[in-house]
């Protein structure tokens, strides 16, 4: 496995790390005022737009992009590896990710589209997400059922004439409050009597406008709305799109699924490390500045092994990441399901325990919008339920691992 970056990727981190010094972090606070000011909070914040001409004009613009896509983009691509990095550093700030055209969920919602969509699919939705002029949403989960089994989902989408017809719920469908979003990839049953579980679900685009489609409310996550973004819940009701709005097939949403959440899964891991590093940083700034019981925070033992303990967890999770894209760049995503389903398993919860240590570093304050801690541990807690929970990849993982080696004895 290599772990080596290109030049390239080296090229990119030395002109993602001044952009972030220039323009990210000293934006942070203008951002936040901007956003609070909103009379509506889903609307785009205004200095983004700026922020994203800035991006594309230093060549930081779909870097998510992997080499096998690079058609669909005006640069050759990057591998996970060469990914990896740039990731990290976009995670630092939680809504940066947007600015560089590389947020969840447009890039596995992009890739769905280049991987699985026709011409004229891809013309109408995928040129204006690679532009960012729209964003899009997947809408998956459901209130109803246990979605962490994606073969319970029950939106129903029956064929009448020359439509699709679509009724059910879904939720904390993340973009769907945004205004900018314009398309839904909408999962839902077509064939409930399928002898195969993996064949009754299909795939459609559903325009945000279309008739039918209510945006009930926004959902919140530990108290976060995540605005402009949001996460909504959704009421079809009665929906119709063309037949030419099915994605890949009838009967192939599970198989989309599968294809679109595994390299989606690993982008989090990435961008969760870069909070944590971050964390870990602002942490050990602030136990230098200030004093406890005649000696500086700095100097207690208790304070020294959890700053140790949280350097050695973020070396370990960014190898895993890294051996994990290593693998995917190599054999496919397919064959690293092992390495994506430890990554999602160890990664977001180790980063949730770091960032709620350096939390406890800053006292009160580490609780407040003053810094970025508590957002970010919400962000890495509904990692943990985002993309599969936590028990189902363990649940697949230690099934394999058994296989694997009972198989040699």
């Known amino acids: 496995m290599q772990f080596e970056h290109s030049e390239k990727s080296k090229n990119l981190q030395s002109i993602l790390h001044r952009f972030m010094d220039e323009y990210i972090y000293p934006n942070e606070r203008r951002y936040r005022s901007e956003l609070e000011a909103a009379t509506n909070r889903f609307a785009p914040v205004p200095i983004m737009d700026t922020l994203k001409d800035h991006a594309k004009q230093m060549g930081l613009w779909n870097l998510f992009v992997p080499p096998a896509l690079s058609k669909y983009v005006d640069h050759e691509g990057l591998s996970n590896v060469d990914y990896a990095p740039l990731a990290e550093m976009m995670g630092r700030v939680i809504w940066s990710p947007e600015v560089f055209n590389c947020n969840a969920p447009d890039t596995g919602n992009m890739e769905v589209f280049m991987k699985y969509a026709?011409?004229?699919?891809?013309?109408?939705?995928?040129?204006?997400?690679?532009?960012?002029?729209?964003?899009?949403?997947?809408?998956?989960?459901?209130?109803?059922?246990?979605?962490?089994?994606?073969?319970n989902i029950q939106l129903s989408i029956v064929k009448k004439g020359d439509s699709w017809v679509l009724n059910g719920r879904k939720?904390?469908?993340?973009?769907?409050?945004?205004e900018r979003t314009k398309i839904l990839i909408v999962m839902g049953k077509s064939d409930p009597n399928n002898a195969s579980r993996h064949k009754q679900q299909t795939q459609v685009l559903v325009p945000k406008n279309t008739p039918g489609v209510e945006i009930v409310r926004p959902l919140t996550t530990l108290g976060y709305?995540?605005?402009?973004?949001?996460?909504?819940?959704?009421?079809?009701?009665d929906v119709r799109v063309p037949l030419e709005n099915v994605l890949l097939g009838e009967g192939r949403g599970f198989e989309i699924a599968q294809g679109r959440l595994g390299p989606g899964r690993i982008h989090?891991?990435?961008?969760?490390?870069?909070?944590?590093?971050?964390?870990?940083?602002?942490?050990?700034?602030?136990?230098?500045?200030?004093?406890?019981?005649?000696?500086?925070?700095?100097?207690?033992?208790?304070?020294?092994?959890d700053i140790a303990k949280s350097f050695a967890e973020i070396e370990m999770a960014r190898l895993l990441v890294i051996k994990t894209a290593s693998k995917m760049d190599e054999q496919g995503a397919q064959a690293a399901r092992d390495l994506i389903a430890a990554s999602k398993i160890s990664v977001p919860l180790m980063v949730q325990t770091i960032i709620d240590r350096c939390m406890q570093m800053h006292g009160a304050g580490g609780l407040t919008e003053d810094y970025f801690m508590a957002e970010a541990f919400n962000y890495a807690r509904w990692c943990r339920q985002a993309d599969g929970p936590d028990q189902v990849h363990q649940m697949a993982l230690g099934k394999q691992i058994i296989a694997q080696y009972a198989a040699k004895n």
């Open 171 to 178: 939720w904390f469908i993340t973009g769907a409050m945004y």
């Open 118 to 151: 026709t011409p004229a699919q891809q013309k109408l939705w995928l040129g204006p997400l690679l532009d960012g002029e729209i964003r899009s949403s997947y809408a998956m989960t459901e209130p109803n059922v246990a979605s962490s089994d994606a073969t």
């Open 225 to 237: 709305d995540d605005a402009p973004f949001g996460h909504a819940e959704i009421h079809f009701n």
């Open 268 to 305: 989090h891991c990435m961008r969760l490390i870069g909070m944590a590093q971050r964390s870990l940083e602002q942490a050990c700034t602030r136990v230098t500045q200030r004093s406890t019981f005649g000696r500086k925070l700095s100097e207690h033992q208790s304070v020294r092994e």
